[in-house]
């Protein structure tokens, strides 16, 4: 009987399903060979190595080489590749299946990978928050299960979906988050501090992150303050890595049509026990009677729930007829392609009286940024994937012209980029609107799980 043959794989991703996929499945399956990851949508994360020490040293002795994805073609050729593994998410169908065009055209088949290979099983009850594009609002979503949960009496721990940008990858193994110090400890990146910074300010949860996936969810479990149920944050609009109890999805009417239209955006509204409906107070009736019929078409059996973003502004009165710079959650603006965010929407509503355009004052990666993503429009995307484009942040806010910067990411930006002019910091937080709330939904979650609370919060 001939001998199978090991059949060679390409992992096209952006540092986060790519790794889970090839931890779950591909590390120690001698079935299959993992050539190459090629590496998109984030700056700076090819031309790195993913390290023997996480791919396995039995199989990757050496680790594997990261490529730019633009090398696809070659890279199948040049390995003999028989497989491309497509694991990252936000995108139109319109582009996952022009990279499937690529790879088939060079001779490999395109593949898509499910729950059933890479979902974790969890010891403990598993509640996760997916959208179905970035910025749709699931931290917010998250925030307030968290806050209904903890008023109940139980201890949470939140897991984020990766953002592995460090450079030395082994140090992002496991990661947690239980206060301030902990985002300097780690390095963070901007983009990772917005995600992590609103859980541990308040002190309510701790939350984990990293690059393997299994051995985050095990060290969350066993966490010293005691875990309870698990909180899936999830990333751009990705499906959950750990197997779920209870799926929550969020989606966006400032966006409408994005839910049937996105991968894998979609497969979170179709998998989705509960959807809630966000930013219903800044979105037309038209545009939210899109998404709520959309939604009822896929997934009928979806509880949904309204759902508003409630903004606070600490110092409106910097408002009222002056020109503001809006700074605004990077990758929303980005790959997330949205035209407005909170500090836009408080800017307007506190009177300024005009946006200035950050686009003739930008500098270095920013300036790449802008080219990259030439429909921004007149916002600054709070890029900081790394310690230059930081410093590119801060002399572009320095060079544009304005009476105030209105910061409408959830992190204290101020804290870690010097601005001269007066700041404006705008929150934001999620209020449901009508019935069913979440907090019905989470009652009979923990009813139908019988969970015991340790002791109940005011």
């Known amino acids: 009987m001939p001998q199978k043959k090991v ?3 390409i992992i096209i991703g952006a540092a986060g399903r790519d790794f889970h996929n090839f931890n779950t499945f591909f590390r120690h399956n001698k079935n299959y060979n993992v050539v190459a990851f090629t590496a998109e949508q984030i700056p700076g994360i090819d031309d790195r190595i993913y390290p023997k020490e996480l791919a396995g040293e039995d199989l990757y002795p050496k680790g ?13 050729k040049k390995y003999d590749v028989d497989d491309c593994v497509f694991a990252y998410s936000d995108k139109p169908y319109s582009y996952v299946m022009k990279i499937s065009a690529i790879v088939n055209a ?37 925030r307030r299960i968290i806050e209904y949960l903890v008023g109940m009496g139980f201890r949470v721990v939140a897991v984020r979906h990766p953002m592995p940008y460090d450079p030395d990858l082994n140090k992002q193994k496991v990661q947690r988050f239980a206060e301030v110090a902990d985002l300097k400890k780690h390095n963070c990146t901007i983009e990772e501090m917005e995600e992590y910074e609103p859980h541990v300010v308040t002190k309510r949860n701790v939350i984990y992150a990293g690059v393997d996936y299994e051995a985050i969810l095990r060290e969350a479990e066993k966490d010293p303050d005691g875990c309870d149920i698990v909180l899936w944050d999830g990333g ?60 009822r078409e896929i997934n009928p059996n979806a509880k949904q729930i309204d759902a508003a973003s409630i903004l606070t502004v600490d110092k409106p009165e910097l408002l009222k007829g002056k020109r503001v ?22 800017a307007q509503k506190y009177g300024a009286c005009e ?59 101020p804290r870690f980029i010097k601005i001269k002019q007066p700041v404006v910091k705008v929150g934001y937080e999620l209020q449901e609107i009508g019935t069913p709330t979440l907090k019905d939904v989470l009652d009979e979650f923990v009813a139908k799980h019988n969970l015991k609370p340790r002791r109940r919060r005011k």
């Open 7 to 9: 059949r060679n794989v």
């Open 64 to 76: 594997i080489q990261i490529y730019p994805e633009s090398m696809l073609t070659e890279l199948i």
């Open 106 to 142: 060079a001779g490999a088949n395109f593949w898509l990978m499910g729950p059933k290979d890479t979902m974790v099983a969890s010891k403990k009850p598993v509640i996760a928050v997916g959208a179905t594009r970035t910025g749709c609002g699931k931290s917010q979503t998250s």
């Open 236 to 295: 751009n609009n990705d499906f959950p890595f750990y197997k779920p109890d209870l799926t929550i999805g969020v989606a966006d009417p400032l966006r409408p049509g994005a839910e049937v239209s996105y991968y894998p955006g979609e497969v979170v509204a179709r998998m989705a026990d509960v959807i809630v409906i966000n930013k219903i107070d800044s979105a037309s009736l038209e545009n939210i009677n899109i998404v709520r019929n959309n939604l």
């Open 325 to 346: 710079l809006v700074v605004e959650d990077g990758p929303t603006l980005t790959h997330g392609e949205m035209k407005i965010g909170a500090g836009t929407v408080a």
């Open 355 to 413: 946006l200035v355009d950050p686009r003739p004052y930008t500098v270095g990666e920013l300036t790449t940024t802008f080219e990259r993503y030439p429909n921004i429009g007149t916002l600054l995307p709070a890029m900081g994937y790394g310690e230059q484009q930081m410093k590119d942040l801060e002399k572009t806010i320095a060079n544009t012209p304005c009476d105030a910067v209105v910061i409408g990411t959830p992190i204290d930006l």
